[in-house]
């Protein structure tokens, strides 16, 4: 018998954490933090921590991955296991922790994994467990321009557990970034500077494409984290399209000044502008005339969402997550007996716990 335990992520954006416990073996997708909250960590029990062998990450962000520190606080004594690159791009390295691939076999347990497109070394999961399937997507995204995707298709699951973050959405990625790119004409057109605030790991190098390919003239600014990060995607293989590699090629990143320069379009590698000194740096560049533009979700009360409350930043999004229509078409594609969509509170929490047996 298995037992599913949705113990963060469904009807909410963030706090991912799913737990699954076969006869034998008990382990966790994803350790999430919910930002802003008062109560951040995942719906576990002591006794279920203490059980679990391993931790399986999808990726690197917090809402993924923050609440590792409080796992092992509580009890966790077994490994996580990510990419490479997730495991690297962790802030607080695990106490135990092993390469996808290069993890020691459990036997009764397999594990299949293909890239999501979501962010450099992110992964979607097939377990199989007891002769049942279960697919967790991660954060996915098809069709993206900077990760590559590699596509679920054909998959006979008896459980998914489906991106599904941008839930009634009906613009495609592409209409997203259409829609990015009109944003900064405007802003380009009325004589001002672009502040980007980016995740250090994800959209915004699919930012600088676009803005690149359409401007190519004007400077780019970006913080040091933002300059490794451009350096990183042209020499990898792994993760990013040949596009992007193409694309970015002859970009240079010059350093982020203090004071805003007068055009061109800079970078802080923090989406939430969340230290002290980040959120002055644009409060800088905005009273210079620069436009704060926002292109992914906002946590309240973060750096971001008080200029945006102020009327001091612009929103456009760019897509890393499915919608539902997305999400829908990717059932379609394969042949799942129950999906569960997450990371939206469009689809509440109805039931925590899922037997399959
Ligand atoms: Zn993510
Ligand atoms: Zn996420």
């Known amino acids: 018998m298995i037992r599913i335990k949705l113990a963060g992520g469904v009807g909410e954006h963030g706090r991912s954490s799913f737990l699954v416990e076969g006869d ?50 509580l009890g966790f004594t077994g490994t996580v296991i990510a990419t490479r690159e997730t495991l690297s791009q ?15 076999k459990c036997h009764g ?35 993206g321009l900077v990760y590559v995707t590699d596509l679920i298709r054909n998959v006979r699951a008896d459980i998914a557990v489906l991106d599904s973050a941008y839930g009634p959405e009906l613009r495609s990625a592409e209409e997203m970034r259409r829609d990015f790119l009109k944003k900064a004409e405007t802003i380009l057109t009325a004589g001002r500077p672009l502040l980007l605030p ?35 995607a042209i020499s990898d293989r792994a993760w990013t399209t040949p596009a992007l590699r193409e694309g ?3 970009v240079t990143v010059l350093p982020l ?18 230290t002290e000194s980040q959120e002055l740096l644009a409060r800088r560049y905005v ?26 930043a612009l929103f456009s999004r760019l897509a890393v997550h499915s919608t539902d229509q997305q999400r829908e078409e990717l059932e379609q594609r394969n042949a799942f007996l129950k999906v569960i969509p997450f990371h939206t509170p469009d689809h509440p929490c109805e039931q925590r716990e899922i037997i399959l047996g």
């Open 24 to 73: 034998t073996i008990s382990f966790l997708v994803d350790c999430g933090l919910l930002a802003a909250s008062a109560d951040p960590y995942p719906h576990l029990t002591k006794t279920e921590i203490q059980k679990l062998s391993w931790v399986y990450l999808t990726h690197s962000h917090a809402d993924h991955s923050g609440a590792l520190p409080w796992l092992e606080n």
């Open 90 to 104: 962790l802030k607080v390295q695990p106490r135990k922790s092993a390469v996808l691939g290069e993890e020691a």
């Open 109 to 143: 347990l397999s594990v299949r994994w293909g890239r999501s497109g979501h962010c450099p070394g992110s992964v979607w999961y097939e377990f199989q467990l007891e002769g049942k399937t279960l697919l967790f997507s991660g954060d996915y995204l098809e069709g």
């Open 198 to 232: 980016v995740p250090q790991y994800g959209r915004g190098l699919e930012a600088v494409l676009l803005l690149h390919k359409r401007w190519p003239d004007l400077p780019i600014y970006g913080d040091a984290h933002f300059q490794n990060q451009l350096k990183w």
């Open 248 to 250: 970015l090629a002859d």
């Open 257 to 274: 000044p203090e004071d805003s320069p007068t055009v061109g379009f800079c970078f802080v590698s923090n989406p939430q502008l969340r």
């Open 287 to 312: 009273s210079a005339n620069a436009e704060v533009l926002l292109t992914g979700t906002v946590e309240v009360r973060s750096g971001s969402w008080r200029l945006q409350q102020e009327g001091a």
